[in-house]
């Protein structure tokens, strides 16, 4: 909660908040849902800035493992903890692909269309819908061709 409200880029900040990148990224392997859950906030609220550790096989290192946990966990919803694994999935996805045209990093169309197909089984879930709406809305907001 601290650093969303943080909303400055100075340097300080920014070098006090970057080490935690490499804390995430190992956390993002957790067998505990808790943790996952934990690690997918503060790296929702991390990808808001320029950070020196988020470089380009960072970026593509989490956002496979968030595609992964998006595939593991889908099939397993219903309690509030994998709801809020999934928002967070779809949450981080859609900040993947708005900062896939600044970071280089592409989604190839096998990817895409799993994307879809989980977007499309959402749509009908009334506690997901809203997420699949971001998601949905975060791709169609960069034009993606598939």
Same mark, same amino acid.
């Given at each position: %909660?601290?650093?969303?409200? +943080? ?8 070098? !006090?908040?970057?080490?935690?990148? *490499? +804390? ?17 906030? *503060?790296?929702?609220s ?18 496979? %493992? ?5 595939? !593991?966990?889908? =099939?397993?919803?219903? =309690?509030n903890?994998?709801?809020?694994l ?15 045209? *600044?970071d *280089? ?15 499309? =089984?959402d749509?009908?879930?009334? +506690?997901r ?12 907001? +960069?034009?993606?061709?598939?």
């Open positions: %909660k601290l650093i969303k409200k +943080h909303k400055t880029a100075d340097q300080t900040f920014l070098s !006090m908040i970057d080490p935690f990148v *490499n +804390h995430i990224e190992i956390c993002l392997n957790s067998q505990y849902t808790d943790v996952i859950v934990s690690s997918l906030r *503060n790296l929702s991390l990808l808001e800035y320029s950070l020196p550790s988020l470089d380009k096989q960072r970026i593509t290192n989490m956002y496979k %493992k968030v595609f992964d946990l998006l595939k !593991m966990y889908s =099939s397993v919803a219903g =309690s903890d994998m709801n809020d999934l928002t967070l999935c779809y949450k981080i996805l859609g900040t993947f692909v708005q900062r896939s045209i *600044n *280089n990093i592409a989604l190839t169309s096998d990817e895409y269309q799993c994307l879809f197909t989980y977007i499309e =089984s749509l009908l879930n009334v +506690h819908q809203s997420s699949a709406f971001l998601l949905l809305r975060s791709i169609m907001r +960069h034009s993606v061709t598939i």
